[in-house]
């Protein structure tokens, strides 16, 4: 079955075109794939730095709620002076309360707003757990990093002093009339509410896909996790050993407005870094791959289905193609088998393929010579036969001629005519050595046995004695000679 010329045309164009279209569909997707990604990733980049934007006012209105509590000059000059009575340092603190109440009301995504002093510790304290021991906050281990120089900062994701409850917050140091520090405020946003102006549904769409918020120095504010990308984002944030938060990597410190791919076991992940706001802040996210190219993978599946069913679908077009080529073959095949049983009347052709033409014409010819040879075989035969009957006819006339001799012999002695009978006897012996059966060529010894037969012929003939003498060695008797070439020479006396 797969000797067939047509069989080995189809699986031929088969296999060819499986490869070509294995390889064709690979580039396609390959350089498809490559372009939706750059395109899908550009497209998650421009969302998340609008969200960077977007997000950069919020934390400024944050930021803005400490600072216009510790810059109030009613603040500072509270500050500033110690109060005289216990009553004066409630007055003061209510007063302080009251300030930081306007604040929160206006701006309901803060939580609260703390304040850690010791300018009262000598005071009853106003309950609340508004005013606090500076000492409250500075046995935090995040404090002597965030505010051995610094007069403000972010305290990144930490749980309350007092509840279990995490706040996300801006401290900010306080200061009286003579520059010294009096203590610090502190504007508590809870997580919760942190992540969702993060996490924007109206431009980045999936809030379950994790942020990071970075500030200038690369330090790790919030940020969102789930147990699927938890490892990768061990790839981009590390833990200083003298710093209580994480911060990004230094391959990604000074990275802005990027994407790239990160292969995490057999998985990718996209990582999109923004770039700054005006207040030098960035978002980081990871985004699993699968669901941002599954359209992509579709369109490649079915590219590649629509290739295999032209594939399939063009196996009969080229099952009849291939047919069609090599009819002419078929026609030639059928042909030489009408020759091998005799039949040399065989013609094919014309054909349109100019390789298959001369293959017709060829065997035309061949057949043509191959009828023409075989009638002059037939003659030839026939000639050949007659030759044949006439060397028989001239075979059966010596047998005649020395089987007649040998009766005529036989009845000269039966009349006692030994003359006769030796004379015949003589005769006949010459010429079965002179036919010699049609031989060219006999023994010496026949030669001069020859002679002899002439010579006793010759001798009953003539009244006068003939005399024959032979000088001939014994060794040479056996060598082949012409026959009848010894003739003897006579003299009569």
Not at 424 to 447: A, H, P, T, W, Y
Request: aromatic share 10%.
């Amino acid at each position: 079955m797969f000797k067939k010329l047509t069989t080995i045309m189809v699986i031929s164009f088969v296999l060819v075109n499986g490869v070509f279209l294995a390889a064709l569909s690979m580039a396609s997707y390959r350089s498809f794939f490559n372009f939706t990604s750059e395109e899908i990733s550009e497209t998650r980049l421009t969302l998340l730095n609008e969200s960077a934007k977007k997000l950069a006012g919020f934390i400024s209105s944050v930021s803005e709620a400490g600072v216009y509590i510790a810059i109030n000059r009613n603040v500072i000059e509270m500050f500033s002076d110690e109060p005289d009575n216990a009553y004066d340092a409630i007055s003061d603190q209510r007063e302080l309360i009251s300030i930081m109440n306007g604040v929160t009301s206006m701006k309901t995504f803060i939580h609260s707003i703390e304040v850690y002093t010791n300018h009262y510790e000598e005071y009853p304290i106003v309950s609340g757990e508004v005013v606090q021991p500076m000492n409250h906050v500075m046995d935090e281990k995040w404090f002597p990093s965030l505010f051995s120089k610094a007069d403000y900062a972010w305290v990144p994701k930490h749980e309350s002093i007092h509840t279990s409850q995490e706040f996300i917050s801006y401290m900010h140091r306080l200061m009286n009339q003579r520059g010294e520090t009096v203590g610090y405020i502190k504007v508590n946003v809870t997580a919760e509410t942190f992540f969702e102006y993060m996490s924007d549904k109206e431009l980045l769409n999936q809030t379950s896909e994790p942020l990071i918020l970075l500030n200038t120095g690369g330090r790790i504010i919030a940020e969102t996790h789930t147990s699927e990308v938890f490892p990768i984002l061990d790839r981009v944030v590390s833990s200083m050993n003298d710093e209580p938060f994480s911060t990004l990597t230094e391959d990604y410190q000074q990275i802005t407005n990027h994407h790239e791919l990160i292969r995490y076991d057999n998985d990718y992940f996209l990582l999109l870094l923004s770039e700054p706001n005006y207040d030098q802040w960035r978002l980081a996210q990871v985004i699993p791959v699968d669901g941002l190219y599954t359209e992509t993978r579709q369109m490649g599946i079915m590219i590649f289905a629509m290739g295999l069913l032209g594939l399939l679908i063009s196996i009969p077009i080229v099952y009849w193609i291939g047919k069609r080529f090599s009819l002419p073959i078929s026609n030639l095949i059928k042909g030489m088998r009408s020759i091998e049983k005799g039949d040399f009347n065989q013609k094919v052709g014309p054909y349109y393929i100019e390789e298959y033409d001369v293959l017709a014409s060829s065997f035309n010819r061949m057949t043509k010579e191959l009828n023409e040879s075989v009638k002059r075989l037939k003659a030839e035969s026939g000639y050949r036969r007659e030759a044949e009957i006439r060397a028989l006819q001239s075979q059966i006339m010596p047998h005649f001629l020395y089987n007649t001799l040998d009766m005529i012999r036989w009845k000269a002695m039966d009349h006692r005519a030994n003359d006769i009978s030796d004379m015949v006897n003589q005769l006949s012996r010459m010429l079965r050595i002179g036919l010699s059966g049609g031989n060219k060529f006999i023994l010496l010894r026949d030669e001069l046995e020859h002679v002899k037969s002439y010579i006793q012929i010759q001798q009953t003939r003539l009244t006068s004695q003939v005399h024959y003498h032979e000088r001939v060695k014994a060794s040479l008797k056996d060598l082949y000679v012409p026959k009848i070439i010894l003739q003897p020479l006579s003299k009569i006396v």
